[in-house]
């Protein structure tokens, strides 16, 4: 009798499961945001770096697991089931638990702060439904090149990715940590990686030497990039433009600096390329990045940027 009632719940259970899977995907629908869970496979192998390390059994939180190695087609991103098949496994977990039966702990990966389901998807899913906080777990992390959170939309996974594809490029998250390089556009990390690129041309003929491409990203960093950031830092200007980046703004004030010496010659400065960009805005940045730009920029920063 016992049993029966166990099984009778996790029905009731899995049917209000699937009912707010349905509402999960009119939500998605009308507000534009993904419903999905995300896929291990869409962590860029260059985001994890090495293989995972045991961290032995720990309480997870549930919020926190956003994603799965092999069934992330079976449920959505609150881990309701959105496959009828996953049904008959679903009930026979559900009945486990009301029957409080202890159920082995589930295994996952770790990166960053978020974590994928290498097994125990349908007690994730049951733990969900019956309203649990954590789950036991079974834990091998990843070290991630990039910050991982388990809010990431999958555009916003993307952007990681690619970020991390340019540092295992240029190996600057190893050379200077500190330097923060995400971009908002994930196209324009090519750019970047053609700024560097034209940098390693002109050492490599100061030098007279080849210049490996770490050393020119090193170089790149410290005589192109870290000049125009302290401008960006020193005004302040990057609160006048929500929701980019220093990297955002070095691009077009390097770029723009590129467009003037095509057309005026190479007289033209950091000084003056600041101050033609910042016309173009308010006159309020105008003014805060002029004075910056005076007091910040020296000339020999200006000869370094000619090259």
């Known amino acids: 009798m016992h049993e029966r009632r166990a099984l009778e719940r996790a029905t009731?259970?899995?049917?209000?499961?699937?009912r707010k899977a349905f509402l999960g995907r009119v939500l998605a629908a009308t507000t534009?945001?993904?419903?999905?869970?995300?896929?291990?496979?869409?962590?860029?192998?260059?985001?994890r770096v090495g293989g995972p390390v045991y961290r032995g059994l720990q309480a997870v939180e549930l919020s926190k697991i956003v994603g799965s190695?092999?069934?992330?087609?079976?449920?959505?991103?609150?881990?309701?089931?959105?496959?009828?098949?996953?049904?008959?496994?679903?009930q026979r977990v559900g009945s486990a638990y009301f029957d409080d039966i202890q159920l082995p702990p589930v295994t996952?990966?770790?990166?960053?702060?978020?974590?994928?389901?290498?097994?125990?998807?349908h007690r994730i899913s049951v733990a969900h439904e019956l309203g649990r906080e954590f789950i036991d777990a079974e834990v091998y992390e990843f070290h991630a090149r990039v910050p991982i959170t388990p809010?990431?939309?999958p555009e916003e996974l993307t952007t990681a990715n690619t970020l991390a594809g340019f540092l295992a490029a240029t190996r600057l998250d190893e050379a200077r940590p500190e330097s923060d390089l995400r971009l908002s556009e994930v196209e324009n990390y090519t750019r970047l990686l053609e700024h560097i690129q034209v940098h390693r041309y002109f050492r490599s003929i100061e030098d007279s030497r080849e210049f490996s491409f770490a050393e020119a990203a090193e170089s790149w960093h410290d005589r192109v990039?870290?000049?125009?950031?302290?401008?960006?830092?020193?005004?302040?200007?990057?609160?006048?433009?929500?929701?980019?980046?220093?990297a955002d703004l070095y691009l077009w004030l390097a770029e723009h600096?590129?467009?003037?010496?095509e057309r005026h010659g190479q007289g033209v400065d950091l000084?003056?390329?600041?101050?033609?960009?910042?016309?173009?805005?308010?006159?309020?940045?105008?003014?805060?990045?002029?004075r910056g730009v005076a007091r910040w920029v020296a000339p020999a920063s200006a000869r370094t940027m000619k090259k």
């Open 12 to 18: 009731e259970a899995y049917e209000r499961a699937r």
């Open 271 to 290: 000084n003056a390329a600041a101050r033609s960009f910042a016309d173009r805005f308010t006159p309020r940045v105008f003014r805060r990045l002029w």
């Open 257 to 261: 600096l590129h467009y003037l010496r």
């Open 69 to 90: 190695v092999d069934r992330y087609t079976d449920f959505d991103r609150a881990f309701m089931p959105i496959q009828e098949f996953t049904r008959d496994r679903w």
């Open 225 to 246: 990039y870290q000049p125009i950031v302290g401008v960006i830092r020193a005004t302040g200007i990057l609160r006048d433009f929500p929701n980019r980046t220093e």
């Open 108 to 121: 996952l990966y770790k990166l960053g702060d978020a974590y994928f389901v290498i097994d125990g998807n």
């Open 32 to 47: 534009g945001r993904s419903n999905r869970l995300l896929a291990f496979s869409d962590i860029g192998t260059e985001t």
């Open 151 to 153: 809010d990431m939309e």
